[in-house]
Each structure stands twice: as structure tokens, then as C-alpha cells.
């Protein structure tokens, strides 16, 4: 069986280094047999990937992408806790999405999480999600994701 690293690569997609918070917490914190992030915004190389409302001036597949992000950045504050292969379970995906009054697609845009989380780590990756519609994030970010994995 090959590595969570290994399947990511697969896909064409790395865990990047963590992100330094932008305000008073920590990437991450294992307590126990668990592992909880913060949440997690969709930085690559510093940047936001895009930034509005879903449904306005970010599209639902833009924000989809954003999620995929989220999930990969989720990963790296994972990985200051624990190796990726010492992931039993994703227990818990949180996914907070700014968008217009409109728009109801919350759980396609957190599909992007949680599809890649299955490919990653297969049946284990399987979680339990909410998919939240708000007005605002920081930085302005369409998308923000949090994660609750099991660790052993």
C-alpha cells in the first residue's frame, strides 16, 4: 500500500509547508489519539487562490479547487503533530464557504475536501462533514476548511 505522500503525487499534488498563522493560535494540536486544525485557508505559495463570494466573483468549480487547497494545507498542519501515514481516520471535515445570499452549493464546494481526502487515505478518508454557508472569511477567502483526524 503506498503512502498518503505517495497517493498525493499520484494525483500530481503535494503537501506543502505549513502555513504560519495570521493571527493568536497554532496550525494544529494533537491531544490524545486526535488531531485538530485550525482552520485552514486556500494559500498556495502565499497567495490566496482566489478570494470573494462563491457565486459572485469566485464560481463554484474556482471554489472547489480552493477546498482542495484548504485540504492539502490541513494536511501540512497535520504533519507538524504527526507523519501522514499515522492517520487512522478522518473523523470530521468542517468546510465554511463565503458566498452570495443566493447561493446554496455549499456541499459541492466541500466536495472538493472531501473528495480528495478519499483518495488519499480510501475508506478511512470517509467523514463525517458540515458544509457551512457564511458572509465572510478572513482575508476575504471564499473557503475555509478544518479537520478532526484519529491517530495512532
Do not use: W
Amino acid at each position: 500500500m503506498s503512502s498518503p505522500e505517495e497517493r498525493l503525487a499520484a494525483l500530481g499534488l503535494e503537501v506543502p509547508e505549513v502555513a504560519a498563522p495570521v493571527a493568536a493560535y497554532v496550525p494544529a494540536l494533537r491531544t490524545g489519539d486526535y488531531v485538530y486544525t485550525s482552520g485552514q485557508l486556500p494559500f498556495r505559495a502565499g497567495e490566496l487562490l482566489a478570494s470573494g463570494k462563491v457565486g459572485g466573483a469566485v464560481t463554484p468549480e474556482e471554489a472547489f479547487a480552493c477546498a482542495q487547497q484548504c485540504v492539502l494545507n490541513a494536511l501540512a498542519a497535520i504533519r507538524t503533530q504527526v507523519p501522514l501515514d499515522q492517520v487512522k481516520r478522518v473523523v470530521k471535515v468542517v468546510a465554511f464557504v463565503a458566498s452570495v445570499p443566493d447561493f446554496t452549493g455549499q456541499p459541492g464546494v466541500a466536495n472538493g475536501a472531501s473528495e480528495l481526502l478519499g483518495e488519499v487515505f480510501g475508506e478511512a478518508g470517509r467523514h463525517a462533514r458540515s458544509a457551512v454557508g457564511v458572509s465572510v472569511l478572513p482575508l476575504d477567502a471564499p473557503v475555509e476548511v478544518e479537520m478532526v483526524v484519529e491517530v495512532g
